[in-house]
């Protein structure tokens, strides 16, 4: 069983002092052209490895700080997802500031 | 096994031709995936896309209407010609490997109606808002599936006393190594109802590739999530299938709501999801339509359960004080949606709200409120259409 793999690494647009990689925006995907902020580059490298990144500003609505904080958390531990302590906080702080409509 | 992988993600750039994105009625983004007609884009990576209302006006939904929905990017498609299945397990005596012309030539062929609905399907209307895929109504759609017998090739491989769930799973996969597998289970006695089918089959065509091709699991009565895609093995196993999609995602709070039992995976606090609850759907008229006075105008949609059968959809213009039955369409089988259709009264001016709801041959029927969960899951309370007459 062969799996192509070579969408999935990740596009090495590393970003300047930071080392993040861009993640893999797919021929076809729609531009999600994500709020201007802190926290905003490796949010989008690191969600976009594994989906697109409607999933953030369509779920705005259903989320606070708190879901946002479960929703990394669980990308981390139960998906696996390759963000370390530092950027998970990075993440969820953008996220609280920009995509957190809950009310 | 030799497969072209289309990869959502990948390089192949096979969906670029085919996209055509353009902005639909409620704001949606309708968009044309490769052998669909356009449908609502909720995410386009893993591919979650559901049916627009029109989609769920004939008795069965086409196939190039017929919702997409995919948890991990990574999805192969899979030759027809090349492809096995492997039936084993710790509880299979004499384990398999079938091909699709193995399953066409040495078990019975067999057909049935049922509606497949996604565990999520009207999540983005829930109240308070919960995070997930935002699906609106549309992340169901009712077929007529073609295949053999589940319980007819388990017991080929030889059911050994003791067997408690079969686990199963399909060919798409994450991005990630780290990432858990779409791995699901059944209760052994679910599996080897009669109704359980390995389908090639939908509406008379293959399956498209996006709905699973080239064999999926149908599960009639239970939510989609059952319902594995592209399936690759099945196994017979004597003890709970423990992982993220059976321990953590796709449970309700264990004494929320009825359905079917799944004893191997209950805990003293939550349960797996399993049957579809009864549940309608208005599909005429439109929100928001304005009627003309003393013209003829229809109510009309669809009604569907968990099998049990759907025995009355009752309609109500007068806020619930008074119900009347809709006409009830023809029976396409227990498991498929029911159409129901009723004049409205068109005589008087202004605002009409007609209320909707279906009950079940088990006594079930639709409530008047929403019982909270946190994944959103089992929305199918009274539905409602607004119009005026003018």
Redesign the interface.
């Known amino acids: 069983?062969?799996?192509?793999v070579?969408?999935?690494i990740p596009c090495l647009l590393a970003l300047t002092g930071t080392g993040v990689a861009l993640g893999?925006a797919?021929?076809?995907?729609?531009v999600v052209p994500l709020k201007d902020g802190a926290g905003r580059a490796v949010t989008a490298g690191l969600c976009a490895?594994?989906?697109?990144l409607?999933?953030i500003p369509?779920?705005a609505?259903?989320?606070d700080r708190a879901?946002w904080q479960k929703?990394v958390q669980k990308m981390r531990e139960?998906?696996?997802?390759?963000i370390d302590e530092a950027q998970a906080r990075a993440i969820v702080d953008y996220l609280a500031a920009n995509y957190a409509d809950?009310r | 096994?030799?497969r072209r992988?289309l990869?959502?993600?990948?390089?192949?750039?096979?969906?670029?031709p085919a996209?055509t994105?353009r902005a639909g009625a409620g704001g949606e983004?309708l968009e044309a995936l490769p052998g669909k007609r356009a449908l609502i884009?909720?995410?386009?990576?893993?591919p979650n896309f559901e049916t627009p209302l029109a989609g769920l006006v004939p008795e069965f939904t086409p196939n190039d209407l017929f919702f997409v929905r995919y948890h991990l990017?990574?999805i192969?498609e899979v030759d027809a010609r090349t492809w096995r299945l492997s039936v084993g397990g710790t509880s299979a005596a004499h384990p398999l490997s079938l091909s699709l012309r193995d399953l066409h030539e040495n078990f019975t062929t067999v057909e049935l109606a049922a509606v497949n609905q996604c565990s999520g399907n009207r999540r983005g209307l829930f109240t308070?808002?919960?995070?997930?895929?935002?699906w609106g109504n549309g992340a169901m759609g009712n077929a007529r599936w073609r295949g053999v017998r589940l319980k007819d090739v388990l017991e080929r491989a030889g059911i050994v006393p003791g067997a408690l769930e079969v686990w199963y799973r399909g060919a798409d996969?994450?991005?990630?190594?780290?990432?858990?597998d779409f791995q699901k289970s059944l209760p052994l006695a679910r599996a080897l109802d009669e109704s359980t089918l390995i389908a090639w089959e939908m509406n008379g065509r293959a399956l498209p590739h996006l709905n699973g091709a080239p064999a999926r699991l149908v599960v009639p009565g239970w939510t989609g999530t059952y319902w594995m895609k592209h399936l690759t093995e099945l196994r017979l196993e004597p003890k709970p299938l423990e992982n993220?999609w059976m321990k953590?995602a796709y449970r309700l709070p264990a004494a929320a709501f009825p359905g079917d039992q799944f004893p191997s995976q209950q805990t003293p606090d939550s349960k797996p999801i399993t049957e579809i609850l009864v549940n309608s759907l208005i599909t005429a008229p439109l929100p928001g339509a304005r009627l003309r006075r003393g013209h003829a105008a229809t109510l009309s949609g669809k009604a569907w359960d968990n099998g049990a059968g759907i025995v009355g959809v009752a309609v109500s213009t007068d806020g619930g004080a008074q119900w009347r039955d809709a006409r009830l369409g023809r029976d396409l089988g227990r498991f498929a949606w029911r159409e129901f259709s009723l004049p409205l009264d068109t005589s008087r001016p202004g605002p009409l709200e007609a209320w909707v709801r279906a009950r079940s041959r088990d006594g079930t029927a639709q409530p008047d409120r929403l019982t909270f969960n946190p994944s959103g899951y089992h929305d199918n309370i009274v539905q409602k259409v607004r119009v005026t007459i003018v």
Not at chain 1, 49 to 52: L, Y
Not at chain 2, 7 to 16: I, R, V
Not at chain 2, 128 to 134: D, W
């Open positions: 069983m062969k799996h192509a070579a969408g999935l893999t797919s021929p076809g995907e729609p490895v594994c989906h697109s409607e999933y369509a779920n609505p259903a989320m879901g929703t139960r998906f696996g997802a390759p809950k | 096994m030799k992988e990869l959502l993600g990948g390089p192949a750039g096979l969906f670029m996209l994105a983004v884009r909720r995410a386009f990576r893993p990017a990574g192969p308070p808002r919960v995070p997930g895929v935002q996969h994450a991005v990630l190594p780290a990432t858990p993220f953590a």
